[in-house]
Nanobody, 118 residues
Framework: DVQLVESGGDSVQAGGTLRLSCALS????????LGWFRQRPGQEREGVAR?????SVVYADSVKGRFTIYKIRDTVVLQMNSLKTEDTGMYYC???????????????WGQGTQVTVS
């Protein structure tokens, strides 16, 4: 089994910076794809960034150029710069065993961490 725990969410002003971390534990050896998702108020969950084979990364258009995803050992980080009010939402870390070609099929999920930009 795999467990994921997010941290780093906070309330910040527009233009500010946050760094979210996701700690993986349990059986992580077969995980091939890690992602950050968010659910903004009144909207459905959406993919934000994902990292897969050979540290290939994909970003949603809404965050491209502002957010960076990277992995160090069993921690995946989402560096968020130039935050906008529309970035407000609950951010989730997720993992899957298979391909990293889309936003689907993520098997394990963290509890979420709240990001509020005002």
């Amino acid at each position: 089994d795999v467990q994921l725990v997010e941290s780093g969410g906070d309330s910040v002003q527009a233009g500010g910076t946050l760094r979210l971390s996701c700690a993986l534990s349990g059986y992580t050896y077969s995980i091939q794809c890690l992602g950050w998702f968010r659910q903004r108020p009144g909207q459905e969950r959406e993919g934000v960034a994902r990292i897969g084979y050979l540290d290939s990364v994909v970003y949603a258009d809404s965050v491209k150029g502002r957010f960076t995803i990277y992995k160090i050992r069993d921690t995946v980080v989402l560096q968020m710069n130039s935050l906008k009010t529309e970035d407000t939402g609950m951010y989730y870390c997720a993992a899957r065993f298979g391909s990293c070609r889309d936003w689907l099929g993520f098997t394990y999920w963290g509890q979420g961490t709240q990001v509020t930009v005002s």
